[in-house]
């Protein structure tokens, strides 16, 4: 079947403008895991959405990040006042649930001028 | 002490030569543990998993686990130039997430 899509695959944008990042999970699978990878760096969680279980919000770097996830699927990180140490690739992954393999998208490669 | 440890590498193998990859990890309450290959510009690829003290093979690669020694190692057997990726060691600790080594950069030569 379809693996995990995220959209835009790239976006360049402004010092201090919102953007949005979208990820739409392999189908049937009730985890999805937000992580990101700055150049040369390892790969850092972000936020965790198990079902309909309050996500685990505990790798957000700042009250900057936020992310929500709609009808157990689709799931949206937005990024507010954007800063230049933004600039990373966002990466989305989802599993068939908690402690299972975790199956990764293509990413989204932000840029922050 | 990091969480998960990798050599950075490069490691440089020729072409048909095995390849062994190690990683190390620091709670010992870790449950799970996978291999992902990253080829340059994208995305981490699951290769294995493995949960379970022992050698678990797929193909021409062997996952290897110590809980004992908090070690887990991936060999490639028939290196082949395709393999030269970075390879990321991942350790679930029962929270669900992943926390990711920095991994290894493999190399094959022709």
């Keep these: ?113 | 002490q990091k969480e998960v440890e990798q050599n950075s590498g490069p490691l440089s193998v020729p072409e048909g030569a095995i390849a062994s990859l190690n990683c190390t990890y620091s709670d010992r309450v870790s449950q799970s543990f996978f291999w992902y290959r990253q080829y340059s510009g994208k995305s981490p690829e699951l290769i294995m998993s493995i949960y379970s003290n022992g050698d678990k093979e797929d193909g021409r690669f062997t996952a290897q686990l110590n809980k004992a020694s908090q070690y887990v190692s991936l060999l490639i057997r028939d290196s082949q130039p395709s393999d030269s990726a970075t390879y990321l060691c991942a350790v679930n600790r029962g929270y669900s997430t992943l926390t990711f080594g920095k991994g290894t950069m493999l190399l094959v030569s022709p």
């Design chain 1, 1 to 113: 079947g379809a693996g995990v899509s995220q959209s835009p695959s790239n976006k360049v944008t402004e010092k201090g403008k919102d953007v949005e990042l979208r990820c739409d999970p392999i189908s049937g699978h009730t985890a999805l895991y937000w992580y990101r990878q700055s150049l040369g760096q390892g790969l850092e969680f972000l936020i965790y959405f198990q079902g309909n279980s309050a996500p685990d919000k505990s790798g957000l770097p700042s009250d900057r990040f936020s992310a929500e996830r709609t009808g157990g699927s689709v799931s949206t990180l937005t990024i507010q006042r954007t800063q230049q140490e933004d600039s990373a690739v966002y990466l989305c992954a989802s599993s068939r649930g908690p402690n299972n393999e975790q199956f990764f998208g293509p990413g989204t490669r932000l840029t922050v001028l």
